[in-house]
């Protein structure tokens, strides 16, 4: 064991011993108290159902799910709300479209281990959890396998123990569901255990959370961030300006007193949602007011029940070509597509 690891076993002790005295964290009442209904929704934003197209409640896979502080950043009475659009759930989710699948990127036959996926060189990415703050209707992991795929349920030894194997890896992406629906002092836990691996080097945490629901990042989120030999790398996922208020943004400021921190942005290009140029101009440069660059804009994974949300790849790369003629080059995002079967993202470039 390195003296690092004995170091953050003794804060974890601290951790443990802090939350043993404490009831459920503010944004763990927030995520409890989350709307899981069509009609709360509604009213709450002051809307009615023949405003808008025919809904449903989700299912019992994937129901409506959304925190309060989120429902917040919506327009009241608006019912094209960019935000609305991306957790409210419609009928048309239930039809059957050619061309969308259930594991649209191929995702099953990338798992080394429980939890574990290793489809590109240098990274694997760890499913830690199911959990979401938030539902996102256009989400290609709805239709996950969550109840074999997920490491949690073994607490991520199998995992841990192919990446020890696996010397070429030096980088891993927690992933979900959302890491940071898991509690800090589990994270603790098992950031200690990575931290452990000699070849490992960066920590990237793929998170919707501190958009969602900011007061997830917590003043222990930040000590086990900035205590961790690990070099940590966020990428937060955010579709639309509005995603940003000053709760946000107080929420950021607190990441980036983490040393060495890393804060990039991914977004799905969504229709109804952020398929225009102003949209995507006015997201990266409030994403870069907040110190966050912009890193993917990916095309819809073609997921059953999320066609409705597709933007043809044409108008995409029209889009790139609009937003990289008002923008500095670190303000674009790279436009992409997950390819069963390829050694990365595939890059959709403009037309030359
Ligand atoms: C997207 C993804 C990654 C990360 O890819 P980057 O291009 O490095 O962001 C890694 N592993 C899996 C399985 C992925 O789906
Ligand atoms: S995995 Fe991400 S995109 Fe999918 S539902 Fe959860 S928060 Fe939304």
Known sequence: MNPLSITSRQKLGTLRN?????????????????????????????????????????????????????????????????????????????????????????????SKAPGLLHKYQGRALLITTAACAVHCRYCFRRHF????????????????????????????ILSGGDPL???????AV??????????????????????????????????????????PVIVLHTNHPNEIDTTVQQAIKRLQAIPGITLLNQSVLLKGVNDESETLISLSETLFASGILPYYLHLLDKAQGSAHFNVPVEKAVKL?????????????????????????KTLITEKQ
Do not use: C
Not at 145 to 169: C, H
Not at 181 to 187: E, G, I, K, P, Y
Not at 200 to 223: E, F, G, K, N, Q
Not at 333 to 343: H, N, S
């Open 181 to 187: 629906a898991l509690s800090d002092q589990r994270l």
């Open 190 to 231: 098992l950031i200690d255990r990575l931290a452990q691996i000699p070849h490992l080097r960066r920590l990237r945490i793929h998170t919707r959370l501190p958009i969602v629901i900011p007061a997830r990042v917590t003043d222990s989120l930040i000590t086990l961030l900035s205590d961790t030999r690990l070099n």
């Open 145 to 172: 396998p969550y109840q074999q795929q997920n490491a949690i349920t073994n607490e991520w030894e199998e995992a841990v123990r192919y990446l020890e194997q696996a010397s070429t890896v030096t980088e891993i």
């Open 18 to 110: 802090q939350s043993s005295q404490q009831t459920d964290q503010p944004w763990q009442q927030a995520l409890a108290s989350s709307i899981r209904t069509p009609a709360a929704l509604l009213s709450a934003l002051e809307l009615t159902p023949e405003q808008l197209p025919a809904l449903f409640d989700g299912g019992a896979k994937f129901p409506l799910r959304v925190p309060h502080s989120f429902v917040a950043r919506m327009k009241k009475g608006a019912p094209d709300d960019p935000l609305l659009r991306q957790v409210l759930p419609l009928d048309v989710e239930n039809d059957l479209t050619h061309g969308y699948f259930t594991d649209p990127v191929g995702d099953l036959h990338a």
């Open 320 to 344: 790139l070509t609009e937003i990289h003629a008002q923008l500095p080059g670190y303000l674009v995002p790279r436009l992409a597509q997950e390819v069963a079967g390829a050694k990365g």
